[in-house]
T-cell receptor
Framework: DSGVTQTPKHLITATGQRVTLRCSPR?????VYWYQQSLDQGLQFLIQ???????AKGNILERFSAQQFPDLHSELNLSSLELGDSALYFC?????????????FGPGTRLLVL | GDSVTQMEGPVTLSEEAFLTINCTYT??????LFWYVQYPGEGLQLLLK?????DKGSNKGFEATYRKETTSFHLEKGSVQVSDSAVYFC??????????FGAGTTVTVRA
């Protein structure tokens, strides 16, 4: 158990819908990252937050947005969903968000868009 | 940009065989290098890491050495077990904080 929790574990929804994925980092970690894992794209970095502020952005679509709240949990919002958004979405956390640190991953949310 | 290339799988081995998974990287700075493992139905777990050249990471019998001259971080284990069956990811983290992952190598160990 990494100490990072993600809810829900599974999500099934329809095209055009909007969903919210939630992540709680390990106690004491200030930085949260979101990754997408799909068969065709592999593991792709989406976005990073540090202590409530966006720090880095990767291959995140405009239809996707995220935020980190004062209690440090984070939410990833996916809207106007398309079939191709079906993937495993991971959240990870680290203490200070620097390159030498280990990122601890949650169990993931499996999203299926029908 | 930063990128990681790792040996394509799948790799199938017998128990007690020697495992090596090749990983090479491209980075503009001085990255930290990681091996993560993903067991079926689970998230990624750190296996080992190295943060500077010539560092050796080791854990659970796995080893990898950060070779700056060959830009490599090959994973090795001398005697694999059935429980080592998983997907292994090589990754790097540079000044832009994120992890850049290789495509993953599926390893199956047969009894």
């Amino acid at each position: 158990d990494s100490g990072v929790t993600q809810t829900p574990k599974h999500l099934i929804t329809a095209t055009g819908q909007r969903v919210t994925l939630r992540c709680s980092p390990r106690s004491g970690d200030l930085s949260v990252y979101w990754y997408q894992q799909s068969l065709d794209q592999g593991l792709q970095f989406l976005i990073q937050y540090y202590n409530g502020e966006e720090r880095a952005k990767g291959n995140i679509l405009e239809r996707f947005s995220a935020q980190q709240f004062p209690d440090l949990h984070s939410e990833l919002n996916l809207s106007s969903l398309e079939l191709g958004d079906s993937a495993l979405y991971f959240c990870a956390s680290s203490v200070a968000g620097v390159s030498t640190e280990t990122q601890y991953f949650g169990p993931g949310t499996r999203l299926l868009v029908l | 940009g930063d990128s990681v290339t790792q040996m394509e799988g799948p790799v199938t081995l017998s128990e007690e065989a020697f495992l090596t998974i090749n990983c090479t990287y491209t980075a503009t700075g001085y990255p930290s290098l990681f091996w993560y493992v993903q067991y079926p139905g689970e998230g990624l777990q750190l296996l080992l890491k190295a943060t500077k050249a010539d560092d050796k990471g080791s854990n659970k019998g796995f080893e990898a050495t950060y070779r700056k001259e060959t830009t490599s971080f090959h994973l090795e284990k001398g005697s694999v077990q059935v429980s080592d069956s998983a997907v292994y990811f090589c990754a790097l983290s540079d000044d832009d904080y994120k992890l850049s992952f290789g495509a993953g190598t599926t390893v199956t160990v047969r009894a």
